[in-house]
């Protein structure tokens, strides 16, 4: 075992059911994760089954990494089974929801 490998500086670890949530709209929680310095954030997004976000969810000021852990994700034009990986450059929109019920990782390498 290496014990010092937790005392670098700036390694981090924090379950899921541990994190903060968030409602942002009915039926759909977000809980963070981890925030670096630079701005760029990793979260769980939980969607319960026939939920939608109201509006055009935007990427700015950059990408947004999806990856589905669990469920079918739709951006609005399609949908997207457990074990998918979206890229949505900055700057592009799509219109998250979900028939089923989903758990997606968000990455947000520029904030």
């Known amino acids: 075992m290496h014990p010092e490998i937790l005392a670098q500086e700036g390694y981090a ?3 899921v059911q ?3 949530v968030r409602e942002l ?3 759909i929680r977000l809980r963070s994760l981890w925030k670096g310095p630079s701005g760029a954030q990793a979260h769980v997004l939980e969607m319960d089954p026939g939920t939608s976000w109201p509006r055009r969810d935007v990427h700015e000021p950059g990408p947004e990494e999806v990856y589905v852990v669990a469920g079918t994700f739709n951006d609005g034009a399609r949908d997207y089974p457990a074990g998918t990986f979206l890229h949505a450059p900055a700057g592009s929109w799509h219109v998250p ?3 089923t019920g989903c758990t997606l990782f968000l990455f947000y390498p520029e904030g």
């Open 13 to 15: 670890s924090l379950s």
């Open 97 to 99: 929801a979900t028939t």
């Open 18 to 20: 541990e994190s903060p």
């Open 25 to 27: 709209f009915p039926g």
